[in-house]
């Protein structure tokens, strides 16, 4: 297990919108190289918890510390260095290249003239390489598709040199090929140590990724935390989803 100065955790988080609260009492922590993985229904809250774990949404209640800081003391810059969030819901495309795309994920690294250094110039070829967007590095992004658009926004988190990777529904909307593309990507960063935090619907998928997996309630709170094969159980999903037991076993084979 990681120590509280290599984690990101969530203490006794309460968050929503407005004056609603849609989670409740959320604790955990995420250490280098784990990929948690946030599953449940729509409503459940996953979204708020991944952008209050990234300091986009404040707590009602609790707080979250990161490598044993209050992430609400670190400046935004700061904060950037430790975090990289990936939005579910994105605006259409800017015609940048990919290159260009993926150094944007640098701009919270420059120095206060705002030139690409050696160092920065690396770390996007790097990226570029690890996502295998060489070959694409100097298409206009909006000539993509929509697997290989969702390894730019990808890269470019691996740009930002960020400990932690949160992302919500990457593999959404993408067909099983780019799915397991993109998960394997994601799998391959959480073993080269930095640790990631994701949601998504898939179940199938969930078990076969996760290092550990977050069932949240309709209610926001949670429901079982721990490796797949303790969460993933069909009383945990029966009640989870109000189906059957014996129906539950589908969403998991």
Known sequence: ???????????????????????????????????????????????????????????????????GIELNRLKPRERAAHTAFLFQNRDSPWPFTVRETVAQGRYVRLGWLGAARTIDLDAVDSALE??????????????????????????????????????????????????????NLITELAREGRGIILSLHDLRLASRFASRILLLSLSGSILAMGSPEEVLTVENLGMLYDIPTGLAGDLIL
């Open 130 to 183: 690890k996502a295998g967007l060489l070959n694409l590095s100097d298409r206009l992004i909006t000539e993509l598709s929509g697997g290989e658009l969702q390894r730019v926004y990808i890269a470019r988190s691996i740009a930002q040199g960020a400990s932690f990777l949160l992302l919500d529904e990457p593999v959404n909307n993408l067909d099983p090929k780019f799915s397991y593309m993109i998960l």
């Open 1 to 67: 297990m990681a120590s509280q100065k290599d984690s990101l955790e969530l203490c006794e988080i309460s968050a929503g919108y407005g004056k609603r609260a849609v989670t409740h009492d959320i604790n955990f922590s995420v250490g280098p190289g784990e990929l948690l993985v946030l599953a449940g229904p729509n409503g459940s809250g996953k979204t708020s918890i991944l952008k209050t774990a990234a300091g986009l949404l404040p707590p009602f209640r609790g707080r979250v510390m990161i490598k």
